[in-house]
């Protein structure tokens, strides 16, 4: 397998930018391909911004900034691209546009290159279709901002080798990045429960159970989550939540969009946080494990379904997400009965079978 020395980037909006900035940060070289050239442009002066609030925060050295500039490079056409180690893909989130690039990049790039794409919600499997050499084409899931979070999701398609795999975990690790391994499954590893837990919020509040503010006060003895779910819904924009929430859909009832994501999403709202005050412990406590249910259903059916490693599935929930009681290790502490009277009321009004990693809770993590 070849050294990744050189990657090209294609499409340098909010992920290529940040991935593009990381990569350059760690030594790599890379080539910026953007169909608006302008885009481009505007990447490695965002990148060079962000340098350079580095070194004032004494995070990066001054000499190491300039260097990292140099790494980067803006080409006119994706045939610049031909001599990259490594393609990653961040154009539009449309299953055509990206097909039809990759039928392009797969007569352009050498026989032993990479290719990857950070689709969120398209199968790797699907679009590995439209590449010649299947077996060298991975996802690579960043999660944003790509030049600050320590997660990127290695998502093995259908054909994808194992040695593409280990290849592109070893790249991870080199640019300072912790790689999770998973399926290409909906949702990935982390979306996935995520999702859901965002979901389970939005129901109580359209269930009358609980305001905003109430259910974000309780997210923090719930799953040690460092921000409320609506707090981070308003963050990555509720629109773009519901997009990724409507991608679980195949997976049943229980993934199906809360109310008022579907209202606050598609009118492309902030949902309205106001005051917690003081949350009798009853609430509170129902509050806590609905949000955990969102989350635990999910995590149990991901297990089942060897979506991802309890180990990896922890890293992405402490490090993506910031929950600093990641699941699998919170669902061994409560123990199997807890986690059981949690989950069963979710089981019973959506139809679920009785996830098989319910009989492994108490050492899932070990
Ligand atoms: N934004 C996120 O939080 C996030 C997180 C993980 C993954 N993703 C995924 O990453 C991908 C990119 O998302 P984004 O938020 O950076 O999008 P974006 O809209 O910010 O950027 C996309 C860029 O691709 C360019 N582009 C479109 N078609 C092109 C083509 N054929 N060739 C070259 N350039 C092209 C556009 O000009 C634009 O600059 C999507 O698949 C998205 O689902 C996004």
Not at 26 to 47: M, N, T, W, Y
Request: glycine content about 8%; proline content about 5%; overall charge negative.
């Amino acid at each position: 397998m070849r050294e990744i020395r050189t990657v090209g980037i294609v499409g340098t909006g909010t992920m290529g930018t940040g991935i593009a900035t990381n990569l350059a940060q760690h030594g790599i070289a890379v080539r910026l391909f953007d169909v608006r050239p302008e885009q481009a442009k505007s990447a490695v002066a965002q990148a060079q911004a962000f340098w350079a609030r580095s070194v004032e925060r004494g995070r990066l050295s001054a000499e190491a900034a300039a260097a990292a500039a140099t790494r980067l490079a803006v080409v006119g056409s994706l045939a610049e691209l031909a001599a990259c180690d490594l393609v990653i893909e961040a154009i539009f989130e449309d299953f055509t546009l990206k097909a039809r690039l990759f039928e392009e990049l797969s007569g352009l790039v050498p026989e032993d290159a990479l290719v990857a794409t950070n689709t969120s919600c398209l199968r790797v499997s699907d679009l590995a279709r439209h590449m010649r050499r299947p077996e060298r084409f991975l996802g690579l899931h960043y999660f944003s901002p790509a030049q600050i979070n320590p997660i990127v999701e290695v998502v093995r398609g259908e054909a994808t080798a194992a040695e593409t795999i280990a290849a592109a975990l070893a790249f991870c690790r080199a640019t300072g990045k912790k790689p999770i391994t998973c399926k290409d499954s909906y949702g990935f590893a982390i979306n996935r429960f995520f999702c859901p837990y965002t979901n389970e919020a939005c129901r109580l509040l359209d269930e009358g159970l609980a305001t905003t503010a109430e259910i974000d006060a309780v997210a923090e003895e719930a799953v040690g989550a460092a921000a409320g779910p609506f707090r981070v819904q308003n963050l990555i924009k509720p629109r773009i939540n519901l997009h990724a929430i409507r991608n679980l859909a195949p997976l049943g009832p229980f993934y199906a969009p809360a109310r008022s994501l579907i209202e606050v999403g598609e009118a492309d709202r902030s949902f309205e946080i106001g005051e917690a005050g003081e949350i009798p412990p009853e609430r509170r406590a129902r509050i806590r494990d609905r949000l955990r249910m969102g989350v635990f259903v999910a995590v149990l059916q991901e297990l089942d379904e060897e979506v991802a490693a309890p180990a990896d599935i922890d890293l992405g929930a402490r490090e993506a997400l910031r929950f600093s009681k990641p699941p699998c290790a919170l669902m061994d502490e409560l123990g199997g009965a807890e986690v059981e009277r949690i989950v069963r009321p979710a089981l019973e009004r959506y139809g679920l079978a009785r996830p098989a990693a319910l009989d492994r809770v108490g050492r899932l993590s070990s």
